[in-house]
Nanobody
């Protein structure tokens, strides 16, 4: 069984920054070979993929966060990060990490990000 634990969320003013972390543990095999993503779910909305880190080292972003968010990873620690800058109220959501794949790990509890003045 794989466990995903997200952390780093909080309350921040518009224009502020946060850095999220996601640590994967358990039956992880070849973490370095996986495409990993950050997802978010706002109240009343479906979960959406906002950033991807591929095994080849490339990154992809949803248009809504491009230029503001940066995904990175430390394969030695089975950990993925999301640096979020210039935060907007519409970024308010619970943030999760998981594989970017048709077969997902069990979801973690997520970390709440609230952008408000």
């Amino acid at each position: 069984q794989v466990q995903l634990v997200e952390s780093g969320g909080g309350l921040v003013q518009p224009g502020g920054s946060l850095r999220l972390s996601c640590a994967a543990s358990g039956s992880i095999f070849r973490f370095y070979a996986m495409a990993m993503g950050w997802y978010r779910q706002a109240p009343g909305k479906q979960r959406e993929l906002v950033a991807v880190s591929t095994s080849g080292g490339s990154t992809n972003y949803a248009d809504s966060v491009k230029g503001r968010f940066t995904i990175s990873r430390d394969n030695a620690k089975n950990t993925v990060y999301l640096q979020m800058n210039s935060l907007k109220p519409e970024d308010t959501a619970v943030y999760y990490c998981n594989k970017e794949s048709s077969t997902l790990y069990p979801w973690g509890q997520g970390t709440q990000v609230t952008v408000s003045s």
